[in-house]
C-alpha cells in the first residue's frame, strides 16, 4: 500500500510517499507532474523494492515556492530525505526527465549514496539557445496566464498515440497532474531547467551501473538523445519502449517494472 508521509527540514517540508520492502529506490518525477506520476508502476515494484517517491519543491503536496531554486538544490533535498529515512548508501535512483536531471546531480554531488539508476525519458546535455528562450516563454505564460495555459501544450508530446486512444483515463490523469502544478512552480522549475548542467562528458567517469529507458514514440527526449546518453556512460544498458512517448512508467508500468527488477537482479549478481 502506498503511504504518504512528510519530511520536516528547518525551512521546509518534503512530502513523499513509500510503499514495499527491500532495496531503497528513490523515485524522483518529471515536469511538470508530481509523485503520482509513478502510482501505477510502485505497486508492481513493491515486493522487491522499498520505493520513496517525494514531490520537489513547489510541486505536487508541497508548499508554494517564494525564491528560484536549482537542480542540484532539488538533489539536496533527497539526499536530506535520504538522510531522514536512515538510509545512506546503495540507494537505486530512477529519475524520468526533470527528474532524471536531478538523478544527475545526486549522483555527482552525494558520490557514495547511489549504487545504480535508472534514467528514463530523459537526456545529458544542456539547453541550446532556442530551447532556453522557450522555457523563459513558457515561465512568462505561466505568471500571466496560469499553469494550464503554459503546460496543456505540452500533453500532446507527453504520451504516445496508443495511449490517447486506449487509455482515456490515464491522459485525464496526467492532465490533473500538470494542471495542478502551481503556477510559480513552472516559473522556477523552467528557470532551474535552464540553469542545468551537462553531464555528457562528465558521465564518462562514472562508475555505478545505469539503465537508460526510453519511449520509442519520445519526441521530448527522443531515442537519438537516449542513444547519445547511453554511449557516454561506461556501464550502460538500454531500453526502448514500444508504444510510449515521454511517461513510459506510466503508459508500460509493466514493462518498466520488469525492467527496474532484471537490473537489480543483475546488480546483485544472481
Ligand atoms: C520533463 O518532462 O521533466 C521536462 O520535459 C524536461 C525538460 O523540459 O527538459
Known amino acids: 500500500m502506498i ?6 527540514l528547518t525551512h521546509r517540508t518534503i512530502p513523499f510517499s513509500t510503499c514495499g520492502v527491500g532495496q531503497p529506490l528513490l523515485l524522483l518525477h518529471g515536469y511538470p507532474l ?45 539526499e536530506s530525505l535520504l538522510q531522514g529515512l536512515g538510509i545512506r548508501n546503495q540507494v537505486f535512483v530512477c529519475g524520468l526527465s526533470m527528474g532524471g536531471y536531478v538523478a544527475m546531480e545526486l549522483i555527482e554531488r552525494h558520490p557514495d549514496l547511489c549504487s545504480m539508476a535508472i534514467l528514463t525519458n530523459t537526456r545529458c ?3 541550446e539557445p532556442a530551447a532556453a528562450s522557450h522555457r523563459r516563454s513558457v515561465a512568462n505564460i505561466a505568471l500571466r496566464d496560469g499553469a494550464a ?21 490515464t491522459v485525464e490523469f496526467v492532465k490533473d497532474m500538470m494542471t495542478s502544478t502551481k503556477a510559480s512552480t513552472i516559473a522556477w522549475a523552467q528557470l532551474a531547467m ?10 564518462k567517469s562514472w562508475t555505478i551501473p545505469v539503465v537508460c529507458i526510453g519511449g520509442r514514440d519520445d519526441t521530448i527526449c527522443p531515442p537519438t538523445s537516449l542513444e547519445q546518453m547511453s554511449m557516454a556512460i561506461p556501464k550502460a544498458t538500454t531500453f526502448l519502449v514500444d508504444n510510449t512517448a515521454h511517461l513510459t512508467p506510466l503508459e508500460a508500468p509493466r514493462t518498466f517494472a520488469s525492467i527496474c527488477q532484471q537490473a537489480q537482479l543483475k546488480t546483485d549478481g544472481r
Open 3 to 8: 503511504q504518504k508521509k512528510l519530511h520536516r
Open 34 to 78: 508530481d509523485n503520482r506520476l509513478w502510482s501505477s508502476v510502485v505497486p508492481l515494484l513493491a515486493s522487491s523494492f522499498f520505493c520513496i517517491a517525494p514531490d520537489f519543491r513547489g510541486f505536487g503536496e508541497s508548499s508554494e515556492e517564494t525564491k528560484s531554486f536549482s537542480i542540484a538544490d532539488l538533489a539536496d533535498d533527497c
Open 125 to 127: 546535455n544542456s539547453d
Open 149 to 169: 495555459e503554459a503546460v496543456l501544450q505540452m500533453l500532446p508530446k507527453l504520451l504516445s498515440q496508443d495511449t490517447f486512444t486506449n487509455s482515456p483515463a
Open 194 to 203: 535552464t540553469h542545468r548542467a551537462d553531464f555528457s562528458l562528465r558521465m
